[in-house]
């Protein structure tokens, strides 16, 4: 079950497995310092950029950023690199011509250590991973709340996926003038996330925009719920492709179709939208539950008193946030919490 296969859309990172142990399982930096990697003595001349966008094995980086000498360089990748997955968000050093000039072409040496790592399996048994967006530290789950239907358990696994990966979810609930979303929105009360709700007419774009700036926001959502529509809002010069929701099947036209990197740009400062495909499905095979619980900063605490191997799932024996929960000791809050809790476990438990 693949949905980057379903949208016909595969030109955007490598073919499952087809990158390296280096490349994968990178936990969050929690400093913030991005250690140097070590570069060929050859590669002393290399620049550094970020990685825009892919497609069809030419990669769009920015050199440069806010400098004198900011400019856009395409670029294949050197041989060097391997197996190694490289995508959208990536740091990285490049050599050869680098002016950014038409026709030029530059070539990607090395990766620099990512601080976050979005990835996907291609369905829940499988520990084969797919990288889809580097250095993220936030993402926007766009959600409709009508045409097509919310879904909680989609919503939920891209949850599971950002605890996963150490990456601050925000919800967004989009065309709001179609129905009320509260019922929906009551599931993840327990989560403490931030949420917004609008429609395209009023999003609430100030309160977005606060979010953005000196972020790394990654947007997710099914196709078809106006992600395009509230990027291009957010990032008027994005002009993001936006669909039509097939009134049948309720389906977008999948018309966003490779993972971008923009510039959110006010007064009040700069942060980056990553604008990925949008998805069906997210399998979750990768995921390691402690990275769940562990999310969960208050009630992780009271995980250190578990049985060893504690699943921390409802039918876990002796489970101490399951007990201390039912003593009242986190009050009301606290078995909303843990209710959540429980089912993004059982989300990607099956
Ligand atoms: N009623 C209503 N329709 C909206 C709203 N926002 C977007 N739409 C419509 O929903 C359809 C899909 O919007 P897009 O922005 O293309 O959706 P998307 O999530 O980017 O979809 P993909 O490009 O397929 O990934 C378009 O026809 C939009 O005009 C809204 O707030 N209310
Ligand atoms: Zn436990």
């Known amino acids: 079950m693949s949905w980057w296969s ?11 497995g087809d990158y390296d142990e280096s490349s994968i399982r990178v936990r969050p930096n929690p400093k913030g310092n991005r250690p140097r990697t070590k570069i060929r003595p050859e590669h002393n001349d290399a620049v550094s950029g970020v990685v825009l ?31 190694k997955a490289l995508v959208t968000g990536d740091r990285v050093r490049l050599v050869g011509d680098t002016s950014g000039d038409q026709g030029t072409l530059a070539r990607i040496v090395s990766i620099d250590e990512r601080t976050s790592l979005l990835r996907r399996s291609a369905d829940d048994t499988d520990a084969i991973e797919r990288v889809l ?16 239907e ?16 150490g990456i601050r979810p925000l919800l967004c609930v989009t065309k709001t003038d179609l129905a009320d979303p509260s019922e929906f929105l009551r599931n993840f009360e327990g989560l403490g996330i931030t949420i917004f ?12 925009a606060e979010q953005l700036i000196s972020h790394e926001t990654v947007f997710v959502g ?40 923009l510039q959110y740009s006010s007064p009040a400062g700069t942060g980056w939208v990553i604008d990925t495909p949008g998805v069906r499905s997210f399998g979750l095979g990768h995921v390691n539950p402690d990275n769940i619980v562990r999310s969960f900063t208050d009630l992780a605490e009271l995980a250190l008193e578990c049985p060893r191997g504690c699943t921390h799932r409802a039918d876990a024996p002796d489970c ?31």
């Open 6 to 16: 379903e949208t016909g859309v595969d030109d955007d990172d490598e073919p499952y």
């Open 53 to 83: 966008g892919v497609d069809r094995g030419r990669f769009t980086v920015l050199v440069d950023a806010g400098g004198e000498q900011e400019r856009i360089i395409t670029s294949t990748r050197a041989r060097e690199l391997g197996k």
């Open 133 to 148: 967006v580097a250095n993220a530290d936030q993402m926007l789950i766009v959600v409709a709340a009508a045409n097509p």
């Open 150 to 165: 919310p879904r909680t358990r989609l919503v939920d696994r891209y949850l599971v996926a950002a605890f996963d990966a």
């Open 197 to 208: 709700t609008g429609s395209k007419e009023a999003f609430p774009l100030d309160e977005i």
């Open 222 to 261: 099914h196709s078809g719920v106006g992600k395009s529509t509230l990027i291009n809002a957010l990032v008027p010069t994005a002009d993001r492709a936006t669909g039509r929701v097939n009134d049948v099947t309720g389906r977008g036209r999948h018309t966003s179709s490779s993972t971008v990197s």
């Open 320 to 350: 101490a946030i399951t007990e201390a929960v039912r003593e009242g000791r986190l009050g009301e809050v606290g078995t909303v919490r843990l209710d959540s809790l429980h089912r993004l476990l059982d989300t990607f438990a099956g």
